[in-house]
């Protein structure tokens, strides 16, 4: 009975202690550990939030960039950190989709506690200008009618540009090379160069080049058009069905983390997100605001892993 007693008290105590803990959070400096180097669409967007949370918790969220590994490294690195809701982590696709792709991966998706998915970046097909084509269909017949002859450059090998890419070979049994790069900005000079004739990547690398001419976009990989190039067709729009993709930048925590702790990044997420100049600014970088909560990212993070598993397996991808 004395044990049953005790039992009860701790579990009272603990009871009490978790939200007394949430209510004095943040009581010191935060760190926020962006999986990709700087300057990237995980970075950008990372440094938005943490500059305007700094702001309203009163406490500074340092990033810091742990590149490598297609962001694994970074995420290894949060497994060493306690789970109080200080160490904080900005993640792209490749959380979601590297244990199908890498032979080891140093987490599990269930390491993780889901914050909010920030924003989504939809992929885009794009060509260089000297290439003839001017729709899907256009590159499709072309690449047919000369394989081996046309290459298209990706941003990183298990990147949702990449996948997108295997896709789209699947889908119509075509002979497109692929050349990796690592990371955005060089995939989108080889394209402009000529170098590769074709790029898949996400929107924000390539909108400015597509803007002024530099690439031709052929479509974007998403449900719905995008406001910074509205003129561009979506893929179904170009007659291509079920070819989505984006790439999701979002906020995990570590598997343990206070849930009070959690909703209270998620309230303030959703609340920094809606804001109408970093709405805004978000749009402009060619980002599509979501905010969501902790339970619908999680479900994304599902959906998502299962759909790319897939690619993976049937395109045959891993990464040693």
Do not use: C
């Not at 032979?103 to 992929?123: H, M």
């Not at 079920?242 to 570590?254: F, H, K, N, Y």
Request: glycine letters at 10%.
């Amino acid at each position: 009975m004395r044990a049953i007693t005790r039992g009860l008290i701790v579990l009272v105590a603990l009871a009490v202690s978790i939200p007394a803990l949430a209510q004095d959070y943040p009581g010191k400096s935060i760190r926020m550990i962006v999986t990709f180097a700087p300057g990237g669409p995980t970075d950008v967007i990372g440094r938005i939030i943490a500059q305007k949370v700094s702001e309203s918790f009163g406490q500074q969220v340092v990033v810091e960039n742990i590149a490598g590994g297609g962001g694994n490294i970074g995420v290894a690195a949060a497994l060493r950190a306690p789970a109080d809701g200080y160490t904080i982590v900005v993640v792209s696709t490749g959380f979601i989709v590297n244990p199908s792709l890498y032979a080891k991966v140093p987490y599990a998706i269930e390491d993780f506690a889901p914050i909010s998915l920030v924003a989504a970046s939809p992929n885009v097909l794009t060509v260089n200008p000297a290439v003839p084509a001017k729709s899907v269909r256009e590159l499709v017949q072309l690449v047919k009618a000369s394989p081996g002859k046309f290459s298209y450059a990706q941003p990183g090998n298990g990147s949702t540009p990449h996948l997108a890419g295997e896709l789209f070979k699947l889908r119509f049994g075509i002979d497109l090379a692929m050349v990796p790069f690592g990371s955005a900005a060089p995939a989108v000079t080889s394209v402009i160069g000529g170098h590769t004739q074709v790029g898949f990547t996400a929107l924000p690398p390539a909108i400015a080049s597509i803007q002024d001419g530099k690439l031709r976009g052929l479509a974007i990989m998403a449900a719905k058009r995008n406001a910074g190039l509205p003129e561009l067709p979506t893929m179904a729009e170009a007659g291509v069905a079920d070819q989505e993709s984006d790439t999701v930048t979002g906020i995990v925590a570590r598997a343990g983390t206070p849930p009070a702790i959690i909703e209270r990044w998620h309230r303030e997420i959703a609340r920094i997100v809606a804001r109408p100049e970093v709405n805004a600014q978000l749009r402009k970088l060619g980002f599509d605001p979501v905010a969501n909560s902790p339970a619908e990212f999680a479900a994304r993070i599902k959906s998502e892993g299962a759909k790319w598993d897939k690619v993976a397996k049937d395109a045959k991808i891993r990464i040693d």
